[in-house]
């Protein structure tokens, strides 16, 4: 981190708490928009309840549509919070104090999110807790061997420690809040949430050992989930393409991609909309770059993989399902854009130091890997359903409806309008983080170059 | 600003950096007998090796079954001591520090390498042709033939790639250690070999910024030609013999069993130079931790890769993947999966949990050598298994599933010698490499005496860590 701005802790208070203490002019305007989009969505949500799925584009054999998809894709960005904070967190990475906030919250929004779809696809969503093996006045027992039933498990589990995760690293900025706010009933409900922090030795060694724990314990549920939501696919063997070995960690390493892009693209937001260029300097996103070529590098080899072994396999059905993938209208333009922006467009972009420390490449380039890696999870599940049955009378096709298209604008727009609400109310940044890597950044002179350094203890 | 440069931790003489040059100069030029007693032990194992080769071979090479235990053998090399340079080169893209004391030991496992590739010549006449119509990465579509040595020329010249970038990564890792033992040591073989290798090296900062940039290069290079070689050999000498085997995330499961496997063999190496090679000063605790911690995570890792095949297997419940679970875990190997099991993953993680064990000088290398043992019993489980299979090179045979699961086969005499000649020449190698090149990397702990300082902060002593960029 050559580029370092050191400031003293008035300012970083003042920078970080400008959001929550004060109001951006567009804040308001951006958070009426939002809500209007979600509304709109939940509108479509309501009439299709009333009218039943017969208004979304799913049919007989393409019964998993848009939702799911887009259930996936947020799973996905769900990965960018435990990826950015908990991993960086044990390798001692400096670069991911300003970044680990606001990519635990969206982990948590994308959760929600994530949850949403599947919700509204099965149609009715009151019986959804029929999914828990709790039936026992019925004596009707959902299959504890399914996936299926393992998902909510899982996705609950993670957007529980997720959440207590961003909790356990707000508590000491929850405290400067209750100490700079003038409203005694602000005061009393930032003071009841700080949990009595005062900042002694114990408190801090508490925290420090919290988060490492939770870093720890949260790695395996991260793991987890995302390895359940590939297999609500590859256990299946009736659908040609999803029957591999490969999608847990495929789906995993790709989850990362997407998650850690969108992070980035956090970043640039942050830069422009809270001005908070003090803290995410270009050396930050050089960094976030970096780690990107290494992930989309190793996503792109899962990838490979994938598709050697679908052709090494030499099955007719195999075969074709790729060529439908490949060659045929309109998959074969959507898979052709996919790997533009999820792998050709992107790295070799990064290469350029230039691209990787500028806000502007860095966004536009995560923005095309989030575009390319919803249209991957798209190939994955439609052409496989088209294809699905053995004779060509019953193949079929899939369009979206304007229902499915809203609802799905609705997800983007919800995670949108809670990082917006969650900034009004407590600094996306890591006030305490920032002020640590403060005092433990240092220099050394050798010769006559001054090299960053950090004290260890 | 920090203050002023303390002394070295680990010994208070060693204050200046021509104090860590003069003394691992010295330990570098020393030999103890002991030394000879062990690289004569294992010697003597390789001379049984060649033995054991020659009894094998004089069998012939047309029956791929009594072959399994030498291709178990090449495949351990090459999951140990050839991925064992990724414990040097990724700490050093990252700039970990920790890294400084142990990155030779690791690059010098490359050497063996040489010794991997020539087991690596008679597989090329072990495995059969693709003209037996078996499944293979290198089909044509509409109907073409496949050319039926695809597998062995390109897996040849892959090793080849590996052992070559190998050894140029470790001869530009010690440029500089050669230059210094050409300045210091006394005449003999090892000066003129020195100077040799040094090539004109005077430490101008062209030559340091070239020296920089080409291990960055070389490194990244390595790793990726690993995985692509844990890719060919894992499909092309083991998947493709087994009909009905298709495992997209194999090759990545075999290359993860590849970095748990060498970060095993750096620990237990540096284990040994810690305790009995005179290195205390150098390789401290803080090396064993953190090769422990990394054995833990890449043990869990494994056993996730190793569990999503699983799951996919076990749930599609497929005529042919039955087969391949009872070949490969339930069946005649079930004793050889068992171990595996329990020295791969129960035990390191178990014992990885428990933080005094994790953090003693014990805990990791007898973790590291379980890791060792459970890589060796996979090998035997994957390789003999698949290498039993009846008809390997029969196109009347049907390439599509196992029909008929194998026995046992254990190891004969001539397997027995071949296993310890394996283990004992990849020791004795490595073991004579370090009489060339010193064990410790002489200018990256030079290095490490600017890039650290100690200085008090409030009431204590703290570490202070340069991190150029």
């Known amino acids: 981190m050559q580029d370092h701005i050191q400031l003293d802790q008035k300012q970083i208070n003042d920078d970080l708490l400008a959001g929550v203490l004060g109001m951006p002019k567009w804040w308001l305007p951006a958070v009426l928009f939002l809500t209007l989009v979600v509304f709109a969505g939940l509108g479509s949500f309501g009439y299709m309840m009333n009218k039943g799925l017969g208004v979304t584009g799913l049919n007989r054999p393409v019964m998993w549509g848009f939702f799911i998809v887009n259930f996936v894709f947020w799973i996905g960005i769900s990965h960018a919070g435990i990826m950015i904070s908990a991993i960086l967190r044990l390798t001692q990475a400096e670069w991911r104090r300003p970044v680990t906030r606001a990519a635990e919250v969206m982990t948590v929004f994308s959760l929600m999110a994530a949850l949403h779809t599947p919700l509204f696809h099965v149609g009715r969503p009151w019986r959804e807790m029929w999914v828990f093996p709790y039936d026992f006045a019925r004596g009707v027992w959902p299959n504890v061997r399914s996936p299926f039933v393992w998902d909510p498990s899982a996705v609950g589990t993670y957007l529980i420690a997720s959440s207590l995760f961003v909790f356990i690293a707000l508590i000491p900025d929850l405290a400067v809040i209750r100490d700079r706010a003038v409203n005694p009933l602000v005061k009393k409900i930032y003071g009841t949430m700080c949990l009595g922090w005062r900042g002694t030795p114990r408190q801090w060694k508490l925290q420090a050992v919290a988060g490492i724990l939770l870093s720890a314990l949260v790695l395996p549920v991260f793991v987890s989930v995302h390895s359940i939501v590939s297999w609500d696919f590859a256990v299946l063997i009736g659908v040609e393409g999803w029957h591999s070995t490969i999608f847990a960690p495929y789906f995993i390493i790709g989850a990362i991609h997407s998650g850690v892009s969108a992070v980035a693209m956090l970043m640039a937001l942050s830069v422009w909309l809270w001005g908070l260029d003090k803290y995410l300097r270009p050396d930050h996103f050089d960094a976030i770059g970096r780690l990107l070529i290494v992930v989309a590098t190793t996503w792109f080899f899962f990838f490979f993989l994938e598709w050697v072994f679908a052709l090494y396999t030499l099955e007719g059905v195999e075969i074709s399902l790729r060529e439908l993938q490949v060659f045929q209208w309109p998959y074969g333009m959507l898979f052709l854009i996919f790997l533009a922006t999820a792998f050709f467009i992107p790295v070799p972009m990064w290469m350029f130091k230039s691209v990787r420390r500028s806000a502007f490449w860095m966004f536009f380039t995560t923005l095309l890997v989030n575009v390319g890696m919803w249209l991957e999870r798209f190939l994955i599940i439609i052409p496989g359903l088209v294809r699905r049955q053995p004779f060509t009378f019953d193949w079929g096709t899939y369009h979206p409806s304007i229902i499915e298209i809203l609802i799905v604008a609705e997800t983007f727009a919800f995670v949108a309008l809670g990082m917006l609400l969650f900034s009004k109310f407590f600094p996306l940044i890591p006030i305490f983080d920032i002020k640590e890597g403060m005092v433990v950044r240092d220099e050394i002179k050798i010769g006559r170059r001054i090299v960053p350094a950090t004290i260890r203890e | ?469």
């Open chain 2, 1 to 469: 600003m920090a203050s002023g440069h303390a002394e070295h931790p680990g010994n208070p003489a060693l204050v200046t950096a021509e104090d860590v040059t003069k003394d691992l100069l010295g330990k570098h030029e020393g030999t103890s007998n002991n030394f000879w007693r062990v690289a004569s032990v294992f010697g003597i194992l390789l001379i049984l090796g060649i033995i054991g080769f020659v009894m094998r071979l004089s069998d012939g090479v047309s029956d791929t079954a009594v072959w399994g235990y030498y291709a178990a053998m090449f495949a351990f090399i090459l999951t140990t001591a050839q991925s064992a340079p990724m414990v040097a080169i990724a700490p050093r893209i990252a700039k970990a520090h920790w890294r400084r004391p142990i990155s030779r030991v690791a690059e010098l496992w490359t050497v063996v390498g040489l010794f991997n590739l020539l087991l690596f010549i008679p597989m090329l006449w072990i495995l059969p042709p693709l003209s037996d119509g078996r499944r293979s990465l290198w089909f044509y579509f509409d109907g073409g033939d496949v050319p039926s040595y695809s597998p062995h020329i390109w897996s040849t010249l892959a090793i080849l790639g590996l052992v070559v970038i190998g050894v140029a990564l470790l001869w530009m890792s010690a440029l500089p250690d050669f230059a210094m033992v050409r300045d210091h040591a006394p005449d003999g073989w090892k000066k003129r070999w020195a100077t040799r290798l040094a090539r004109g090296w005077i430490g101008s900062s062209a030559q340091w910024n070239m020296q920089k940039h080409r291990l960055g290069i070389l490194g990244a290079f390595y790793f990726m030609m690993l995985i692509f070689v844990h890719f060919l050999i894992s499909v092309d000498f083991l998947i493709t013999l087994v009909p009905g085997w298709v495992d997209s995330l194999f090759p990545i499961t075999h290359a993860a069993n590849g970095l748990q496997a060498g970060v095993a063999t750096v620990l237990l190496t540096i284990w040994a130079l810690y305790k009995f090679g005179g290195y205390k000063d150098y390789i401290a605790f803080d090396q064993i931790w953190a090769l422990g911690k990394l054995l833990f995570a890449l043990s869990l890792l494994w056993f996730w890769f190793w569990f999503s095949s699983f799951n996919i297997f076990w749930y599609g419940g497929k005529p042919e993947e039955q087969a391949i679970i009872e070949l490969l875990m339930s069946g005649p190997y079930r004793w050889a999966f068992f171990g595996v099991f329990f020295f791969n993953f129960l035990f390191p993680m178990w014992t990885m949990m428990w933080n005094p064990l994790r953090r003693s000088t014990w805990g990791p290398p007898i973790i590291a050598a379980s890791v060792l043992i459970g890589t060796f019993l996979d090998r035997i489980r994957l390789y003999v298994s698949a290498y039993s299979i009846d008809g390997i090179g029969n196109p009347a045979i049907n390439k599509h599933v196992v029909v008929e699961i194998p026995e046992t086969i254990y190891p004969s005499l001539a397997d027995i010698f071949i296993m310890l000649g394996a283990l004992g020449g990849m020791v004795f190698i490595f073991l004579m490499a370090t009489r060339l090149i010193p064990i410790v990397n002489i200018w990256e702990q030079r290095e490490l005496k600017l890039y650290e300082i100690h200085k008090t902060f409030h009431r204590t002593v703290v570490k202070v860590l340069g991190k150029p960029d």
